[in-house]
């Protein structure tokens, strides 16, 4: 199943986004969501992932304090609130499920993951 991502654009340095990931007629029971960037020339990076219940989540060290990761089950959708946004936020979101549970931070690594929907452009600008 591939979720969809979307609420990205073109902001200014100190500006805000949020991202949205949403799956439509399908299962919504997934163990982990979790959120992740690709900017050109660069790796794929874990931002954020979040357990089932929202108990749980994570955050690669460079957007701590500034990105939340939230999740609404009754409407099959996560949420990343991007706040304090610099240029080197800039890249395109992709939002990932995963059935089973990861331990701890490992969530953030991408080769967990197996399938990627369309992402969202993000650009901040100087």
């Known amino acids: 199943v591939q979720l969809q991502a979307s609420g990205g654009g073109l902001v200014q340095a100190g500006g805000s986004l949020r991202l949205s990931c949403a799956a439509s007629?399908?299962?919504?029971?997934?163990?982990?969501i979790a959120w992740f960037r690709q900017a050109p020339g660069k790796e794929r990076e874990g931002v954020s992932c979040i357990s089932r219940s929202g108990g749980n989540a994570y955050y690669t060290d460079s957007v701590k304090g500034r990105f939340t990761i939230s999740r609404d089950n009754a409407k099959n959708t996560v949420y990343l609130q991007m706040n304090s946004l610099k240029p080197e936020d800039t890249a395109v979101y992709y939002c990932?499920?995963?059935?089973?549970?990861?331990?701890?931070?490992?969530?953030?690594?991408?080769?967990?993951?197996?399938?990627w929907g369309q992402g969202t452009q993000v650009t901040v600008s100087s």
């Open positions: 990932s499920p995963r059935t089973h549970r990861l331990p701890g931070s490992t969530c953030l690594n991408s080769i967990h993951y197996v399938n």
């Open positions: 007629g399908s299962s919504w029971d997934y163990s982990l």
